[in-house]
């Protein structure tokens, strides 16, 4: 469905531009050709405005000429007076006057049209009547004739009484000259102009023909038009526009196709006479130029049509690719959307299960421990497995809770100062359950840690170790190891901080190349078969990640399936001020006996740096062996540190055996990272001084040798007393009468005396009335009404009370996200503990405040 879209998108676009191209190549092409006929109109334009303007120049030249002949002519008539009766006398006159003018043919012009000649061959009007008209009616008038021999002339006739032979008086004196005097002075047949002319009569004829003859098939046309038709005053073609706009004497332009050429003419009439000057202007004088104009045109709209679809089409190409590019992103968002909602739906069905699994046990075992509540020992073993499955489910639950926070943004680190050895001793105290459920092994190796004491986030350090461990655990086999190791470098960071490299490693099922690639994304299990009794939410190892980042460390993984997991972390953490002990102990002879080489190395290390003389055997065989060599030597060990679980004979059996041979001078201690309350009874019975719990740090070396030698501390004190917490009064803080009744019951086995505030006011009223030091702490909920327990801290800090500065306040919440931590030591509080209570860590912040 997804590439069908993709596809259907791909084509849209491909097509949308295809029909761009066309559209725009359209577009073009009529613009070029839209523009190629404008052009020609407009060189129309042009050429009839400049044909006006020539056969206007030309009009005004004949106009200028003519007048210039007939004021010569007049110029005759003024002169000679029509009085003289002497015709002799009056002719050589006439005569002498026109050769003086330059006229070659003078004659006398009867009322009949008959011209009597004075001088030059005899000459006759072509069109006669026209001419005598216009003498009649006392016009000048010029006119085109021809004499005896053929030859045109131009005839000249003006008003003129003069008697003639047969007696009458003239109307008119003509003077003629050769017709070439016309076409010279108009140019009429000079080859080089623009423009040719032709000088017609109102019935198309030609008085002034010019020799090129392309028109004649127009003009006969023209002339058997006006023959045909005597009265019309509407055109339908060009050649009828022609001959009205001749017999009305107006000017004419128009453009006529001659062998596929245009030719366009322009008629003008010409003054003191009927004829009609027609220019022709051939377009061959300017098709060259308008061919060039035409086609640089094309060329140029070609090149612009061209860049304009070669910009559309690298516009097209970069928003295609974008587009793609986006469809694919957008498509590989849904895919992630549907793997990421198949994903909470599989983790929705898994939770629905793994959450309905621990619940189940609660509810069934509380069903037995109601049922057999006489059976102590039936009760006491569903008690402990209501135990575990509430633990669990508390954690299935921080999971979902966690990964909430962190999708919207709000998980947040609180910075504080904690101890590695506490943070390691914690883990391996909670990991000891698990790893005995399925008998596995568990090491701890801690190489050159001397920063013990660092700057971070403890309970996200927790907890990104236990999700590790006890992932480990639940992927690794009934009878499999897991590790972890500590080691200490310097940070890049500078002297103030210290780098602690920690690795988790085990030989469990381990994981695909596959799945690794996407470990870290949430509501992700490995699907196979081989882990589908394994409970789990999915988000353990994105919370992880997410922690790690934010504390801006690294985790790397290295697994193969079947062979195992290593998981790598590196934090440069910020060291922590710590009051400075002087860890010596006195030069004691001392045998460490243990079968992990890195741990006995390690040891030898940190025994040496407190001043302890120590050798190192990898078995209990040995160790018995280089004990009753040091014996005979009487070189005693001084201390023997035993481990639990040895090859062949473990260490309690060892131990055995050392007793039997020296005797009870020598004090062994057990070290182990399993509880020692599984096998004290029987450690204890076979000889065992005391137990070292791994890891191994320097100070848990120093202050357990110290207890079990009976050395005292710098403070005076032996380190093996319990801490008893009788006599201490608490004031609880909690609005929940059930939460209230289970606090009551933990803290009353603590030898705590217990008051009871049911919301923050009346906290606040219970602490402000009571004398100095009544009171030792405060434990505090969050969310009560009336007043919160944030309210209620910052009021007592701000009370006018001998204890309102030094009290601790311990909140004691189900909110336990990290903001929720800080907004509590902002408030004024001391430290914080989740519910549901953590009897251990409870007990852990109470002797930190109240001793």
Known sequence: MGNDKKNAAAR????????????????????????????????????????????????????????LRFSQVSGITSVVSSDNRDKEKLYEE????????????????????????????????????????????????????????????????????????????????????????????????DENQL????????????????????????????????????????????????????????E?????????????????????????????????????????????????????????????????????????SQLHELEEARQVALEASRAKSEFLANMSHDIRTPMNAIVGMTAIATARIDDREQVQNCLRKIALSSKHLLGLI??????????SGKLTLTTEQISLKEVVEGIVNIMQPQVKSKKQTFDIHVENILTENVWCDGVRLNQVLLNLLSNATKYTPEGGSIQLSLSEEKSPKGEEYVRIHIKVKDNGIGMSPDFLKKIYESYSRADETRIHKTEGAGLGMAITKYIVDAMKGTIDIKSEPDKGTEFFLTFDFEKAAAVEMDMVLPSWNMLVVDDDELLGKAAMDVLKSIGIKAEWALSGEKAI?????????????????????????????????????????????????????????????????????????????????????????????????????????????????????????????????????????ICLDMFQKSPAGYYDAILMDIRMPHMTGYEAAKIIRGLNHPDALSIPIIAMSADAFSDDIQRCLESGMNAHIAKPIDVMELKRLLKRYLI
């Not at 009949?112 to 009616?137: D, R, V």
């Not at 000057?277 to 090149?303: E, H, K, N, W």
């Open 12 to 67: 849209f676009l491909i097509y949308s531009f295809i029909g761009l191209l066309i559209f725009s190549i359209a577009v073009f092409s009529l613009l070029g050709i839209y523009m190629n006929r404008k052009s020609r109109d407009t060189i129309c334009e042009v050429g009839e405005i400049y044909m006006s303007g020539m056969n206007e120049q030309m009009s005004g030249h004949f106009e200028s000429v003519i007048e």
């Open 94 to 189: 006439l005569v002498y006057r026109a050769q003086v003018r330059d006229f070659d043919y003078v004659a006398l012009c009867s009322a009949g049209g008959k011209l009597e000649m004075l001088y030059g061959q005899p000459i006759q009007p072509i069109n006669p009547a026209p001419f005598i008209q216009s003498l009649t009616q006392g016009e000048k008038k010029v006119a085109v004739g021809i004499d005896s021999t053929g030859n045109e002339v131009v005839l000249f006739g003006i008003e003129a009484a003069y008697p003639m032979q047969d007696g009458g008086n003239s109307i008119g004196l003509v003077a003629a000259l050769p017709l070439e005097y016309i076409t010279g002075f108009l140019s009429l047949e």
């Open 195 to 250: 423009m040719y002319y032709h000088i017609i009569r109102p019935d198309g004829s030609f008085v002034i023909q010019n020799p090129n003859t392309e028109l004649l098939d127009f003009f006969e046309q023209l002339q058997n038009q006006l023959a045909s038709v005597t009265d019309k005053s509407f055109a339908k073609n060009t050649i009828e526009e022609f001959g009205l706009a001749l017999r009305a004497h107006k």
């Open 252 to 324: 004419y332009a128009a453009i006529l196709e001659i062998n596929d050429e245009a030719r366009q003419i322009y008629g003008t009439p010409l003054p003191y006479s009927e004829w009609y000057l027609v220019a022709v202007m051939p377009y061959s004088v300017l098709s060259g130029t308008i061919d060039r104009l035409s086609s640089q045109r094309m060329v140029m709209t070609l090149l612009a049509c061209a860049s304009v679809l070669m910009i559309l089409t690298l516009i097209f190409r970069w928003y295609f690719s974008i587009t793609r």
């Open 398 to 407: 921080n999971d979902v809770l966690d990964m909430s926070k962190i999708e």
């Open 625 to 761: 062996e280089l004990v009753i060599q040091h014996h005979k030597k009487r070189d005693d060990y001084q201390i023997i540190l035993l481990d639990w679980k040895l090859p062949g004979m473990n260490g309690i059996q060892a131990a055995k055996e050392i007793r039997r041979k020296l005797g009870d001078e020598v004090p062994i201690l057990l070290i182990s990272a399993y509880d020692w309350s599984e096998f004290e009874a029987e450690a204890r019975e076979a000889g065992i001084s005391g137990f070292i719990s791994k890891p191994l740090f320097k100070s848990t070396l120093y202050h357990a040798l110290c207890q079990y030698m009976d050395i005292e501390t710098e403070h005076g004190q032996k380190l093996n007393q319990n801490i008893d917490l009788s006599g201490c009064r608490i004031l609880l803080a909690e609005d929940n009468e059930l939460n209230w009744e289970v606090a009551s019951e933990l803290l009353s086995d603590l030898g705590v005396e217990l008051d009871w505030a049911e919301d923050g006011r």
